[in-house]
């Protein structure tokens, strides 16, 4: 029953004392509001991190070499090289006695590494097709044709391009810029494609090698892969769907970009520009008379314009000319001019301009700079610092669901490990007969033994090639081994891997089975450590648990303001109503019944106000939750793992918020009650007048 | 048996490094029902005897018996029981509990007592308000009574657990002479009434006269 007249008397000296009930409310309900909402946050990034980080890429535990030269991070170094986790061995034999821990659902194997690839540029593209046409069995003498009056046309294109520029052109010395005039010229003579169809092989090479380069765009795309069993990656990251193309047959080498970067990265710039500029109008509201960075990327487009008309032949020059001039209302002749004006949008007419670009110009021009079905020329360098390289065949793009638009998602594209092994040099039992064969063919005395890189590197290129070995011969067996399109199930398991994904059946279990993997590596002498899928992650992992530790900092110290103005004010309290007190004591109240009052009136204020505060939080996230918090760049995109968070309610949460709350009324009361408790009943004698 | 019994009580204390003598061996027995006035001029010791009497100071020698109890032998605690069951007080400054209106500070000492139901507890502290003349301002705050209506208060506070004991100390001080005389006549009413043992300081002449037996104090020493 005194409970009751404990509460009463507590409640209303909060409400007596106003002012300093309403100082102390703000800090406790700002502190518990900011608990809420701030988890709820760093909840649904780190939650949105970590599904679209395990389901895409490390699974719930990564394992490597356990003398691995630095830590696994699959996501590379801060400044995105790869880190070098060295190798294990035998796959097979890793995951045979893994298998044994029945938490362990799989393990799916891996080499994550970084690539940049030159596909080469319009004109490449056109003499690549080309000398296709010349090879295959039934030589349209037409199509040929065709295709060599839109080369010579480009070429005419080029030239005009450079007119009167070549001196502007930093990268050509005097000399190169002659000769590049000289052979520009020779290509626009008549007598230069009079002989083509009977010297093909050599008019093609020219092209490439002297016409090409003056088109001077920088073709080179960077991406992230990761080398791996394609099946089992598809079976096992249960999001993993094709989008474009098909998925890289059985046992065939074969490569798959993922769709987020192939559309963003791959795609022909001025489109890829304009998908942005209307992905950013529609989603963040952006327009063109006032954003900056859309101004910037109009700017750009217009600078590129190039992009477009090198990539039209006379005829649909022509054809888009027209339209053109019809859009825009205008006669321009030179439809360069007309190209940039049509690029310079604005808010008005981005729109039409836009659907005009896909209706009217797109089937035109070459939209993605590698196609589905291209063979992509992946080079590495190996750990002995040699480069070799693998032409690799794309058979499509892929995504993972729900994570469409996280660019962690994105990350990887996805080849054979077969093709990884061979690009860093890791040998297999077929490589190595290879290896002989060529050899044997080449008439080299020695071939390195264990690491294909050998072949290339500086110490066997001075060896003398016996004069038998003509250099077609030599491209022949290149071609042959590059393209070695198939290898067996037993060849991708029982070679060496990088380090793997395990997937367990309860990911609460993972730090168990870490431990676990440890232990028995130790034992079976697998050679190898496990690490969590945070660890893995590298500094991906470490942010969210510093945006946490941040969070939690921000939090202590505004719940540890509060807890000591809650004191200051206690203490305050039990001076000024030491009289009060005192005639409570002598009256008969226990020193217990005063330490009641002061911990009731504290737990009154952080029930009442933490709970204001946690309410309003909980409200916030609620709403938050439906609308979504829209990324507002790309780095926000990454965080939130998409273009919008949409932050989750747990009800957990509030409970530990309010239980924090009682914590520090149990704190903040200890030291003021202590004092009050021991005030005399003497005080309640003191005379006042 | 005495509900009050002082047998050579002295008290010392120290002000600034100096002692001195409050009390210098009291001998002192009040009957039951007695209504006792303790006079004499400041400092005398009368507030001291109050606070011996009231067990909420301790005494540096001598025996203080109160309620049958010795006080020295008690703990904090038994102290606090004794002083909740077994005595009622009177401030000179009222001191009610300023956030309580009139029903509840009358009824907080019950409530710190917990032995009746919530119904029995209402009707007493309705029946004392009504005593002290105060059902009417049963829901107001102290601050909205005037003074003598607030010492009322406290006369139903202190009468409330009817208790062996009501201690006073100059109960009347803070008042007019009309409204002290008020306090007075109720206090004798219901020492008449209920039998309860009245023991008050005072230096007021007025009010002594009044009183069936007076102790005078004077240097720590009953002059009787």
Not at chain 1, 124 to 150: M, W
Not at chain 2, 143 to 164: C, D, M, N, Y
Request: aromatic share 8%.
């Amino acid at each position: 029953m005194t409970h009751w007249m404990v509460l009463k008397i507590a409640a209303r000296n909060v409400f007596l004392h106003r002012m300093r009930t309403l100082v102390v409310g703000v800090i406790l309900a700002f502190g518990a509001f900011l608990a809420v909402l701030g988890h709820s946050f760093v909840n649904g990034i780190s939650g949105g991190m970590e599904s679209s980080t395990t389901q895409s890429i490390t699974g719930d535990i990564q394992i490597y070499s356990e003398s691995a030269k630095d830590k696994l991070s699959v996501f590379g170094n801060m400044d995105g090289s790869p880190t070098d986790v060295g190798h294990v061995d035998s796959f097979e034999s890793v995951e045979k006695a893994l298998m044994k821990n029945p938490e362990i659902v799989s393990v799916v194997p891996m080499g994550t590494s970084f690539a940049q690839v030159n596909p080469g540029n319009i004109l490449d593209h056109f003499l690549e097709k080309l000398r296709k046409s010349y090879k295959s069995a039934n030589v349209d003498k037409n199509d040929i044709d065709s295709q060599k009056r839109r080369i010579r046309f480009l070429a005419q294109e080029i030239q005009k391009n450079l007119e009167g520029k070549f001196e502007e052109i930093g990268i050509l010395s005097a000399a190169d810029a002659a000769q590049a005039k000289i052979n520009l010229e020779k290509v626009d003579q008549e007598e230069f494609w009079n002989d083509f169809d009977s010297n093909a092989e050599n008019k093609i090479e020219f092209l490439a090698n002297k016409i090409a380069p003056l088109i001077f765009d920088d073709n080179m795309i960077f991406f992230s892969y990761v080398g791996t069993d394609p099946q089992l990656f598809k079976e096992k990251f249960p999001q993993f769907e094709i989008v474009k193309g098909e998925m890289i047959p059985p046992g065939t080498r074969g490569f798959l970009f993922h769709d987020f970067f192939y559309e963003n990265m791959v795609k022909h710039r001025i489109a890829r520009r304009l998908d942005q500029i209307k992905k950013k109008m529609k989603d963040d509201k952006l327009t063109l008379a006032n954003s900056k960075e859309l101004q910037d990327q109009i700017k750009a487009n217009v600078e590129q314009s190039a992009e477009i008309y090198l990539q039209l032949g006379p005829a649909e020059t022509e054809t888009v000319a027209q339209k053109l001039n019809k859009l825009l209302g205008t006669e321009e002749k030179d439809f360069r001019t007309l190209l940039k004006n049509y690029l310079s949008m604005s808010d008005e007419n981005f729109q039409e301009r836009y659907d005009f670009f896909y209706k009217e110009i797109a089937p035109y021009v070459i939209l993605h700079r590698v196609q589905i079905g291209d063979v992509l020329p992946l080079s590495a360098f190996t750990k002995a610092g040699t480069s070799t390289a693998v032409n690799i065949k794309v058979y499509g793009t892929f995504r993972f669901k729900s994570f469409e638009n996280s660019p962690l998602a994105g990350n990887f594209s996805v080849m054979d490990l077969v093709s990884l092994r061979e690009l860093y040099g890791f040998m297999t039992d077929e490589r190595r007969e290879q290896n002989k064969e060529i050899e044997a063919e080449m008439g080299l005395d020695d071939v390195g033994r264990d690491s294909i890189e050998n072949l290339f590197s500086s110490s066997t290129a001075t060896k003398d090639i016996k004069p038998k070995a003509k250099p077609q011969t030599i491209d022949l067996k290149f071609q042959k081994r590059v393209m070695g399109a198939t290898y067996t199930q037993e060849e991708l398991t029982k070679g060496v891997f990088l380090h793997a994904a395990v997937f367990l059946k309860d990911t609460s279990n993972v730090d168990r089975v870490i431990k676990e993997i440890n232990e028995l590596s130790k034992s079976d002498k697998l050679g190898i450590k496990a690490v969590s899928w945070q660890d893995a992650a590298g500094f991906i992992g470490q942010m969210t648990f510093m945006m946490k530790a941040i969070l939690n900092i921000f939090i202590g110290i505004s719940l540890l303001l509060a807890g000591l103005m809650i004191m200051n004010s206690l203490l305050m309290a039990a001076m000024n109503r030491k009289q009060e007190i005192g005639t409570m004591r002598a009256i008969g109240a226990h020193a217990q019944f005063i330490y009641r009052l002061f911990f009731y009136e504290t737990l009154f204020l952080s029930l009442l106000f933490g709970g204001i505060g946690a309410a309003l939080g909980a409200l916030l996230v609620v709403i938050l939750g439906k609308v979504g918090i829209p990324a507002s760049g790309d780095v926000a995109t990454f965080f939130f793992s998409g273009p919008k968070l949409y932050l989750h309610l747990n009800p957990s949460l509030i409970f530990l918020v309010m239980a924090v709350m009682v914590i520090i009324a149990i704190l903040a009361t200890q030291y003021p009650a202590w004092k009050a408790m021991k005030i005399s009943p003497l005080q309640a004698m003191q005379k006042r007048e | 048996m005495q509900p009050i019994h002082l047998e050579n009580v002295q008290k010392n204390y120290f002000l600034d490094k100096v002692q001195v003598s409050a009390l210098k061996g009291i001998n002192l027995k009040i009957d039951a029902g007695e209504f006792t006035v303790i006079a004499g001029p400041s400092g005398s010791g009368k507030t001291t005897i109050l606070n011996l009497i009231g067990c909420v100071d301790t005494a540096s020698s001598g025996k203080v018996v109160v309620g049958g109890k010795e006080t020295g032998s008690l703990t904090e605690k038994q102290l606090t029981d004794l002083r909740l069951h077994t005595i009622g007080f009177i401030f000179q400054s009222f001191n009610l509990i300023p956030v309580l209106n009139v029903i509840d500070n009358v009824e907080f000492p019950l409530l710190l007592q917990n032995k009746q139901s919530p119904k029995e507890r209402r009707d007493q502290v309705m029946r004392f308000i009504d005593r002290v003349g105060l059902t009417q301002y049963a829901q107001h705050r102290p601050s909205e009574l005037s003074g003598g209506q607030r010492q009322r208060v406290a006369i139903a506070r202190a009468l409330v657990t009817k208790p062996q004991i009501v201690l006073a100390d100059e109960p009347t001080a803070n008042l007019d002479s009309v409204t002290g005389q008020n306090i007075i006549d109720l206090m004798k009413e219901i020492n008449a009434t209920e039998k309860t043992t009245f023991l008050f300081s005072t230096h007021d002449h007025s009010i002594m006269n009044q009183a069936r037996r007076i102790i005078r104090l004077l240097d720590g020493r009953i002059q009787e």
